[in-house]
Nanobody
Framework: QVHLVESGGGLVQAGESLRLSCEAS????????MGWFRQAPGKEREFVAV????????HVRDSVKGRFTISRDNAENTVTLQMNSLKSEDTAIYYC?????????????????WGQGTQVTVSS
């Protein structure tokens, strides 16, 4: 029903910025939350940030607060993750994900739709 495509990943040095985008297509009206997870080598997939589609309410992982900002553009069916002051610890594959209803936002298991991921590598 909903197809998600990420873009914007790349290799940067610590302290630099990247902006990730996720474009949704299909049945956009099905989206309740839309956000980002990441998975670093050897680690589990973890929550990064999420925005509620209807009103823009945001939640961000503590470790990236003040550095990462999530926003959505309903007109373009797009969610953006602006990542500033990147650290080597931010290196991961970043996945866009969306839920069709509210069941929380932390666990990846509640998300109904997933993108293929985009690699973010931060060198120190």
């Amino acid at each position: 029903q909903v197809h998600l495509v990420e873009s914007g990943g790349g290799l940067v040095q610590a302290g630099e910025s990247l902006r990730l985008s996720c474009e949704a297509s299909g049945r956009i009206s099905s989206i309740y939350d839309m956000g980002w997870f990441r998975q670093a080598p050897g680690k589990e997939r973890e929550f990064v940030a999420v925005v509620r589609w209807r009103d823009g309410v945001r939640h961000v992982r503590d470790s990236v607060k003040g550095r990462f900002t999530i926003s959505r553009d309903n007109a373009e069916n797009t969610v953006t993750l602006q990542m500033n002051s990147l650290k080597s610890e931010d290196t991961a594959i970043y996945y866009c994900a969306a839920t069709a209803s509210y069941m929380g936002y932390w666990p990846p298991t509640i998300y109904d739709y997933w993108g293929q991921g985009t690699q973010v590598t931060v060198s120190s």
